[in-house]
């Protein structure tokens, strides 16, 4: 009987670490991240912005959301205060992008070395649960990295979706800059 109970405890344990195993990210993600990197180091703001998904792709999307949902809403949904509400929050992230970003760049500069010898190590995504089509959205898409003086960073945007066929970004770059420890 304790042979059952514990091979039962053991496929459990195995199950359950299996399941936080993440999966790897699209590769046409890890594409993305590669490309924001170097406009991060090359400090080229155009390429940096091109790396999000614009605020009128994501209105016309909320739009098209709040058109299916008003159907079935009991409330009714005001479609395009809707997407102008959307319009104005992702115009704002853009910009709100661009200065974090410029005082990330600072403290990899001041602190860990030049910013050009920055280097891409991984990605790392949480599957959006949320979403209709799980495999079109990744929410917390996190960047690690490797600075000059060796120093392994990590750098955080909200989420990632595909659109038409086309990750980028969406929302903000978290307003943080983690240090990570080696593990032994």
Known sequence: MKFLRSLLVASCLVSILRAEDPAPPPAELKALAEVFITAFKADDTAAIAACWHSPEVLARLKEAEALAASG?????????????????????????????????????????????????????????????????????????????????????????LRIDGIWKFKGRIEDKLSIELTEH
């Open 72 to 160: 079935t809403s009991p409330t009714e949904i005001n479609v395009p205060k809707e997407r102008e509400k959307e319009l104005k929050r992702r115009e704002k992230d853009l910009v709100r992008n661009k200065q974090r970003i410029d005082e990330i760049r600072a403290l990899i500069t001041k602190h860990f070395g030049s910013i050009s010898d920055l280097k891409f190590v991984s990605l790392e995504v949480d599957p959006d649960d949320e979403n209709a089509d799980p495999s079109a959205a990744v929410d917390n898409v996190e960047l690690h990295l490797l600075a000059a003086d060796g120093t392994r960073l990590r750098m955080e945007i909200d989420d990632a």
